[in-house]
């Protein structure tokens, strides 16, 4: 019987050798250290480390928010390093990046609807298009019923799917999710984590920076940093021992001796 050929995985996002140095006064700092990764289309990602090991350098190197000091970013296969200059950063950050936080970031005087609307908005789409997404969005997300409330109205749990709606409202190839669930309690981390999966197995490419070995089990794979390096990395096996395995690298990642 002739095997059906596997397609090809599709490159989503590429850093090859990515280094960040900060000049201090009286020493350098060396936040990334030739960092070599891959993200694929409809995987999800997650960075575990512990504070200062170069994790949020590296969001930040991904959303162009700063610019590294050697190293190439490839989008899709093609050199992105010139979205690092404005306006260049603003247009990439607005079209491919969806952010989700551990403090949500909503704004406290719109109510639901509008705090997602903000990425179309920004991104000019016609406004009855936005009634439209908007409201497909919130549906999807099992929100509509909060439509109008406004976020000092919702629970922890309700606000990161607010948040969670307006990062994907505009379609971004990666989605960032920065510590999602650093702020929820554990019924709540579950739902959150469940609504990642979903959108992961839709397609969705996640990027999942977290510090708990729980919350990485969630991820397909977990690239493991530490002293602004990638020291080891995890393919999720989908079993029970996925979490002692991760718990034990991060332990041993921790105390520098990996």
């Not at 070599?36 to 969001?59: D, F, N, Q, R």
């Not at 705090?115 to 179309?120: F, G, R, T």
């Not at 309690?185 to 992961?200: E, M």
């Not at 996640?206 to 991820?219: N, S």
Request: with cysteine.
């Amino acid at each position: 019987m002739n095997k059906i050929p596997v397609p090809p995985l599709k490159e989503v996002l590429r850093l090859d050798g990515m280094s960040k140095l900060f000049e201090q006064p009286t020493h350098t700092v060396n936040a990334l250290k030739n960092v070599h990764c891959t993200i694929y289309e409809g995987e999800m990602v997650a960075i575990m480390g512990t504070s200062g090991s170069g994790k949020s350098t590296l969001l930040n190197m991904i959303s162009a928010i700063d610019e590294p000091s050697s190293g190439t970013l490839y989008l899709f296969s093609e050199n992105a390093n010139d979205m690092y200059k404005e306006p260049n950063a603003s247009k990439f950050r607005k079209e491919q990046i969806g952010f989700v936080f551990q403090d949500f970031h909503l704004l406290k005087d719109l109510n639901v609807e509008d705090n997602i609307a903000i990425p179309l908005i920004l991104n000019d789409v016609p406004s009855k298009e936005i009634a439209i997404r908007v409201e497909q969005v919130m549906k999807q997300l099992g929100i509509y019923e909060w439509r109008k409330h406004r976020p000092q109205q919702l629970s922890g749990g309700q606000k990161q799917r607010v948040a969670i709606a307006r990062a994907i409202i505009h379609k971004p190839p990666i989605l960032l999710a920065d510590e999602p669930t650093g702020a929820l309690d554990v019924n709540t981390t579950n739902d959150i984590l469940k609504l990642l999966t979903d959108l992961q197995k839709q397609g969705q490419t996640v990027i999942l920076v977290t510090h708990d070995p729980y919350v990485a089990t969630f991820a397909g794979r977990v690239l493991f940093f530490h002293d602004g390096q990638i020291v080891d990395s995890y393919q999720n096996e989908q079993s029970l021992a996925d979490l002692d395995i991760i718990l034990e690298r991060f332990k041993t990642i921790s105390r520098g001796d990996a």
